[in-house]
């Protein structure tokens, strides 16, 4: 047994704690909050107010986390794109301008935090080796070449795949399935004004690959949540194909006064399969041409028109190196009826079928 004065005291504690109301926030949303005791004497009323603040005491601030305890909202994907990089460089001599794939943008649709703040979307990582026998197939991430082409492979997902990742957690419950686990990468979304969508940008290491089909799975991660409870539902987005990166370098004059060297390199493909699994062994048409600014047109899509008498060169494709680039390599002659006039290369390449 207790001492009658700390037996005393405990129940004075506990007599004071059942007068004190929880704090209830009406909904599962993780919270951070900051709590400052207060007190003053319950005899306040008999003191001079100008003993009144004698009588008062303030505590030490103390900071909790209240985490959630719900689920989040499953993600709503309105659409997911391809996305491109690009930079450029000029030495005076060179030209250089490369465009770098494996970009995807996700628009999310609102609202977002329905657990509250520092809610991601996660992507979904599940077994690796896709079997569709296993529970986890339609809850993981895939991706993999276009089977009509012969390329280089791409390796499965791993966490480290996802470079610009703001958080990677292993072992996270799944709600649908008991007793499973997966690994989810997650992304902090930003807000689109003009579209009035969030979104999402993925840096994928696809640009050495001939546009791969990546299947996204896609929830919504609370870091700050009951442990069961961080993850939402699954969605999967529909397939989206990842351009390859490619580098395209000018040298002026190269090939005699007013003709340039265009060269244009990346991973390319081997071959194509037909529909009766026939291996055709081939590579993309390149053409390069020129385009005159058209005076008065303040619209940059709709400004740029061909040089009449100027043709289109067909770029020579030549050696696959062993890692699958392809090179393509032809000469641009600048017409002397557009001389003195502000000019643009444009280099198109082309997918060709029977």
């Known amino acids: 047994p207790l001492p009658p004065l700390e037996a005393d005291r405990l129940e004075k504690r506990r ?47 103390i900071e909790l986390e209240i985490p959630a305890t ?8 309105r ?27 996700l628009y999310l649709e609102r609202p977002w935090f329905s657990s509250g703040d520092g809610e991601l979307l996660a992507v979904v990582l599940g077994q690796y080796l ?25 390796p499965l997902p791993r966490p480290e795949a996802f470079r610009n990742a703001d958080l990677v957690e292993t072992r996270v419950a799944i709600g649908e ?22 979104t999402v940008d993925l840096d994928l290491p696809t640009g050495g690959h001939y546009f791969p089909f990546v299947r996204l799975a896609l929830a919504r991660f ?39 060297r265009v060269h244009l390199s990346g991973v390319g493909y081997t071959g194509r399969r037909a529909l009766n699994r026939a291996v055709t062994h081939a ?40 890692d699958g680039t392809q090179h393509w390599e032809g000469d641009v002659a600048l017409p002397e009826a557009a001389a003195g006039e502000l000019l643009r290369l444009v280099v198109r390449e082309e997918e060709l079928f029977e």
Do not use: C
């Not at 992304?187 to 004004?193: E, K, L, N, S, T």
């Open 15 to 61: 007599l004071l704690a059942e007068k004190v109301t929880p704090h209830n926030f009406g909904d599962t949303k993780y919270r951070r909050v900051r709590y400052r005791p207060m007190a003053t004497s319950r005899f306040r009323e008999y003191f001079p107010p100008r003993l009144w603040d004698d009588l008062s005491r303030t505590g030490a601030e």
């Open 70 to 77: 719900a689920r989040p909202a499953a993600p709503r994907l």
């Open 79 to 105: 659409y997911a794109l391809p996305t491109f990089g690009w930079a450029a460089e000029d030495d005076g001599a060179t030209v250089t301008s490369r465009r770098s794939g494996g970009g995807v943008r």
């Open 130 to 154: 896709p079997d569709k026998g296993d529970d986890l197939y339609r809850y993981s991430t895939f991706w993999g070449q276009d089977p009509l082409f012969l390329s280089p492979s791409l």
């Open 177 to 198: 399935l008991p007793n499973r686990v997966v690994t989810v990468v997650g992304f902090a979304p930003r807000w689109d004004g003009d579209r009035r969508l969030w």
């Open 222 to 260: 609370q870091p700050r949540a009951l442990s069961d409870l961080r993850l939402s539902s699954v969605m999967l987005a529909d397939f989206v194909q990842t351009a390859p990166d490619r580098l395209l370098t000018v040298a002026r004059d190269a090939a005699g006064p007013g003709i340039h």
């Open 283 to 322: 590579a993309n048409r390149v053409v390069a041409r020129l385009e005159r600014r058209l005076p008065g047109v303040a619209d940059e899509a709709l400004a740029w028109a061909a040089i009449d008498g100027a043709a289109d060169v067909a770029l020579t494709a030549g050696a696959v190196d062993a």
